[in-house]
Each structure stands twice: as C-alpha cells, then as structure tokens.
C-alpha cells in the first residue's frame, strides 16, 4: 500500500509540473497582453513597451508604486501609475491611473477590489461620468489633492459609499505624487527616498504583474457609509 501510494505521489507529482510547464509561458503573455491594454486605456497614443520598461517609486510605509512610461517617437507623452489603498471598506483597492505629460488625468482602471456590488463597486465608472462633480478626469493635482465634497473637497462621493471614495481618491493622489515627484496634497517636492525610482525592469515578461487580473470578491456590508 505504501510503495502504491508514493507511486501515485510522484506520477501526479510529475504530472502537475508538467502542466505547470506546458501552461507558464503562455499565462504570462496573456498577463503581459492584459495590462498593455489596461495601459492603452489610460494614458496618450505609445509606441514603446511600458510594461516592459517600468520603474518602481519608493513609498514611506516601505511599499512601492509602479510606473508604465508611455513614450511617442522618442519623447515622454505620460504614464500609468498601479496605485493602491488599503483603506476600502472591504481593504485593498488597487487602481491603474493615466497622467499626462503635463499631470492631468487621463482615465483610469480598477485593478482589483473587494467592495460592496451595487455600492463600492460602483467606482469603476462612477469617477468618470460627467454629472454634477463626480468626474476626476482632465483634472490637474498641482493645486493639491482630490477630496470627496464631505471633506471640502470637490468630488462627489459614490452613494452610500463615502469611505470607498475615500481609499479611491487616496490611491489618485499617491499615484499622482509617485508620478511627479511632489506631494499631491502640499504641492511640496518629496524626499528622494520616497520619490525616487527603486528598481527598473526590461524584461517584458516579467513585467507584467499579477494585480491586472481583476479579483473582485462579493462581500456582504452591512450599516450606512
């Protein structure tokens, strides 16, 4: 019994890195493919490869942004920041915004998040319809941070959904301080060891992260936002 059990180990051992193998390869194309479209979505007309030249902005708390440059005949035209907040409702909301060159939003695209359907989740447009003062695109951050309108600020926060909005702007902001160097809600240059660029990947593949596959997750939210 024991040697027809190590026997089945190692054959289904084997088998499972035979598929691991077979199906490697073509997952991280499919990955790579998925965020060069999530980038195209967000930023100006390209003809390089963001994914595969990006760089890393140190954070304070000791995480990092990544930053997809996008380049048109040789001349920077903007980029893609991958930002994130940890303070959703329901915890991490992870977004791709789009800067131009000269720092205005360009579009963005929820990543992955774990908030309410019907409420939280509602953010994946809400932020980009032109009624009253929802819209965050075409907006510059050089004059300071964006807020939702409960904070004196001049976004209106998704229905019910203030903390969402929140952890949504947060993660603006933070891309927009990785991307220009200087702090969305001051306006003042950041110290060199949170700004500045930490690593840089050529590979193309390796490029390509896991956090573009959307993972929402159906959480049950109870109480008024």
């Not at 994914?51 to 954070?59: D, H, I, Q, R």
């Not at 789009?98 to 509602?122: C, M, R, V, W």
């Amino acid at each position: 019994m024991l040697l027809s059990l190590t026997v089945i180990c190692i054959v289904a051992g084997a088998l499972l890195a035979g598929v691991n193998l077979l199906t490697e390869e073509p997952i991280a194309l499919a990955r790579k493919i998925k965020l060069e479209n999530a980038i195209k979505e967000v930023t100006p007309e390209f003809d390089n490869s963001p994914s595969a030249e990006f760089t890393k902005v140190a954070l304070p708390s000791g995480d990092s942004l990544t930053i997809y440059p996008a380049i048109k005949n040789g001349v920077p035209v903007g980029a893609a920041v991958e930002s994130f907040s940890m303070n959703g409702f329901s915890g991490e909301i992870r977004i791709l915004v789009g800067f131009d060159a000269d720092g205005k939003i360009i579009n963005y695209e929820i990543l992955k998040h774990a908030e309410t359907p019907g409420l939280g989740s509602k953010m994946k447009e809400w932020f980009k319809t032109e009624k009253n003062q929802q819209s965050i695109l075409g907006k510059s951050l050089a004059g300071g941070g964006l807020r939702v309108s409960k904070d004196g600020g001049e976004v209106d926060a998704i229905t019910a959904s203030t903390i969402t909005s929140r952890a949504f702007l947060e993660a603006v902001n933070q891309a927009y301080s990785a991307y220009t160097g200087t702090d969305a809600t001051t306006g003042a240059t950041m110290p060199d060891g949170q700004t500045g660029a930490t690593d840089q990947q050529t590979d193309g593949e390796s490029g390509a992260t896991e956090q573009v596959e959307e993972e929402i997750t159906i959480t049950e939210e109870g109480g008024k936002r």
